[in-house]
């Protein structure tokens, strides 16, 4: 059964949830893994109904074991499947971190080609939900870092929606970062025009001349909140979603570069060692002499994500992104 | 014969339950625990209304979280009930030195230890990590990474060793580590793994499982196909299981297990049948998915009333010892609503003080910045912007 019609309106959760049950219907080699995911739906319901309409042996509530989740659907994969695997939240992750960088990422290098990981690993990802421990962190650096692993960061429901498609399309691992404080924000979702914009490139998504201002998953609300903001004050923001982090699509962002001659890069993760460092690596070696200014990054601190009454001093805020714009512009 | 069995029955699921309080609060006479309670003193009627009292008074604190929560002050709550004989039970067989290394639901065992609620409720609230000093109280910081605590619990034991604090004889030094997870968590990789190096190390500590029959919505069954206490045997470490809603047979087997481990008889594992009876968490609907019939069930078996039958039976309770442990109970709940509501939020620079124990040129580097962009928005105020 297709959910899909013309165009609806779904919060970013449900968006995925149908990907998931349009992917699950159009291909019966994928199959869902997780803690919780089966009756209960998943923690956050994203694998709502899915168990009921496709039984146990697709719909897989796991033991508590996120080595074993990530490992055993390496073995699933290697056996014709693709399966979709859910971490409850981006804290537990670590467990299978050593399945994720020695064996999904590398499998297909190891074996000259002959074998592939079309796995996706689902995290819900970011800060800002009040949370204990563990429960709000970024850990995009540790995968972008790893060769063989692709990662994409939807932003909107139509995102999304395609990216969970195209992420269990790919021949590829995929890491999907789910931007779990905005799972409940609607969107508009068109599931009968598959989109024309790859899954694998950065979307323009305010046009200005100013300068660049570049995020992405949960960041995306407040910079373009941010870029309104400037407007009221004559300052004019191109925003960038970068949609793929890894590869992050550096013809976009340095397209737009050249013509406003600077960038900033808005993450909830820590500005050392994130992958802000990267791309305004790359971006000053190909941009250099268009750059007015050097790339600035506004992100978290190199501190544990701080205890839930704390945390709004810790992540990007409207205040920081329009300082950090202030500080770009003064060059 | 020990209650700590090594072998595994033919037929796996028979595995006999440690019982010495029946549901209707019946006493079942025990040769080992018996020998080990009196051996402490620890079921004489003073002992089992202190115990009684405990039970209570930690349910009301516990209650009390929960509609904290509910008022928005406490971001999560993780709610024992149920749990609380598996837990005031296991937190009293420990002696002062030893080490318990708990997980996030061990409201019981830090009561046991000294820790006041309030500590507890500051995590969920959201203004520490852990709030209280592991070495003063001798107790681990609440972990909720499941599983990863065990390994600690073996470590430390692994150090008493070192220290020769194992094994001498003489009960004032003699120390053992009680590692505390869930069903759930059981099946981490890194709780085998903690069973291995326990094992090959002959270390002295003592592996506690509150079986609740759930972890968040998935059945212990789908963790194990075996009864969990049988699992430890492969490993060579002698287990048990326990009525888990009947404090006795808890402390008494708890206590054993950790005389064991003390006197350098290396690990021992319990697994304590018990029931979850709240939600998962303050954030969980458990009639997603399971009925309705189980809990009420499991209501029967209510571990604080069992207490209550058993001492009314023995004639070492009445009305008046009830009221007041009730009236008592009721008052910490005020105190700790007052406490939690009157809290201010911490200064946000703090989440500056304690990465590091030295000093990190890139943490004070960051500290200055945040300080003086915060400066920036006083200056504004100051300026009547
Ligand atoms: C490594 C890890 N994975 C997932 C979680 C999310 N999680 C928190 S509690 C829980 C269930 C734990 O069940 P159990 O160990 O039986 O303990 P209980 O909650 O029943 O006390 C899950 C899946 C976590 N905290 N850590």
Redesign the pocket.
């Known amino acids: 059964m297709s959910t899909s019609t013309a165009t609806t309106t779904l919060p970013i959760a449900k968006a995925i949830t149908a990907g998931l049950r349009d992917a699950m219907t159009a291909d019966d080699k994928v199959l869902l893994m997780g803690?919780?995911i089966g009756p209960l739906g998943g923690?956050f319901r994203v694998t709502d109904g899915l168990h009921a309409e496709f039984g146990s042996q697709r719909v897989v509530d796991t033991p508590?074991a996120?080595a074993g989740i990530v490992g055993t659907a390496v073995g699933l994969a290697v056996r014709g499947y693709r399966p979709v695997v859910e971490?409850?939240?981006d804290?537990?992750v670590?467990?299978a971190f050593n399945q994720i960088t020695t064996q999904v990422a590398k499998m297909h290098n190891r074996t000259s080609g002959r074998v592939n990981m079309p796995l996706v690993i689902r995290i819900p990802h970011g800060g800002g939900i009040g949370a204990v421990e563990?429960h709000s962190e970024s850990p995009e650096t540790y995968f972008a870092h790893t060769a063989g692993l692709r990662i994409l960061a939807p932003a909107t429901s139509h995102d999304a929606y395609w990216m969970t498609r195209q992420a269990i399309e790919s021949e590829d691992p995929v890491i999907m970062l789910e931007p779990k404080r905005r799972y409940w924000v609607k969107g508009d979702v068109d599931m009968d025009h598959r989109p024309e914009l790859s899954p694998w490139q950065a979307a323009v998504v305010r046009p200005g001349t100013d300068a660049t201002v570049l995020a992405w998953g949960p960041s995306m609300p407040l910079v373009l909140e941010s870029a309104e903001a400037a407007a009221a004050e004559g300052i004019d923001l191109e925003v960038i979603d970068a949609r793929s982090l890894a590869p992050v699509d550096y013809p976009t962002i340095a397209d737009s570069v050249r013509r406003t001659g600077r960038l900033l890069i808005v993450h909830e993760a820590s500005v050392l060692g994130g992958l802000g460092g990267e791309i305004a690596a790359r971006i000053s070696e190909q941009c250099f002499y268009h750059l007015e200014a050097p790339v600035l990054r506004v992100g978290g601190y190199h501190l544990p994500y701080p205890p839930a009454r704390m945390e709004h001093a810790f992540l990007p805020d409207l205040d920081r992104v329009l300082d950090g714009v202030d500080r770009l512009l003064e060059h | 014969m020990s209650i700590f069995r090594s072998t595994i029955p033919d037929v796996a699921t028979e595995e006999p339950m440690v019982q010495l309080l029946g549901p209707d609060g019946t006493r079942t006479p025990h040769e080992q625990l018996d020998a080990v309670l009196e051996e402490a003193d620890l079921a004489t009627p003073e002992r089992l209304r202190g115990y009684y009292r405990d039970m209570v008074m930690i349910r009301a604190a516990d209650l009390e979280a929960t509609s904290l929560q509910r008022q928005g002050q406490l971001g999560l709550w993780?709610s024992?009930l149920g749990?609380e004989a598996a837990q005031i039970g296991a937190g009293h067989a420990s002696r002062e030195q030893d080490y318990l290394v708990p997980?996030?639901?061990e409201h019981g065992v830090a009561w046991a230890r000294g820790i006041e609620p309030w500590r507890l409720l500051e995590m969920f609230r959201g203004v520490s990590h852990g709030g209280w000093d592991p070495n003063e109280l001798r107790t681990h910081p609440y972990m909720?990474?499941?599983?990863?605590q065990a390994p600690h619990a073996v470590g430390y034991a692994m150090g008493l060793q070192r220290d020769g604090v194992v094994g001498t004889g003489d009960a004032e030094t003699d120390t053992a580590v009680l590692a505390l997870?869930?069903?759930?968590?059981?099946s981490?990789g890194e709780v085998s793994e903690s069973f291995t190096f326990a094992a090959s190390f002959q270390a002295p500590v003592v592996f506690y499982t509150?079986?609740?029959?759930?972890?968040?919505s998935?059945p212990?069954s789908v963790?194990s196909r075996v009864p969990l206490a049988q699992r430890s045997r492969g490993w060579g470490i002698p287990s048990v299981r326990v009525d888990g809603n009947d404090v006795l047979a808890v402390l008494g087997a708890v206590r054993s297990a950790l005389d064991s481990a003390r006197a350098g008889k290396g690990p021992v594992f319990v697994e304590s049948l018990t029931y979850?009876m709240a939600a998962?968490?303050t954030s969980d609907d458990a009639s997603r998915y399971r009925p309705a019939a189980e809990e009420q069930e499991w209501a029967e078996r209510d571990p604080i009333l069992r207490l209550r039958r058993h001492l009314e039976q023995l004639g070492e309770i009445d009305e008046a010892f009830v009221a007041r442990c009730d009236e008592e109970a009721h008052d910490l709940a005020m105190q700790l609503h007052h406490h939690i509501h009157g809290m201010e939020d911490p200064d946000p620079v703090h989440m500056f003080d304690h990465p590091y124990a030295e000093p990190h040129p890139i943490v004070d580097a960051e500290r200055e910045e945040y300080l003086a962009y915060v400066a920036q928005f006083e200056d504004e105020e100051e300026g009547g912007r």
């Open positions: 803690e919780d923690v508590l996120e971490i409850q939240f804290g537990f670590f467990p563990h | 993780a024992a749990q997980t996030y639901r909720i990474v499941l599983g990863s997870f869930g069903d759930g968590a059981s981490e509150q079986n609740n029959q759930w972890a968040i998935v212990t963790q979850r998962h968490t």
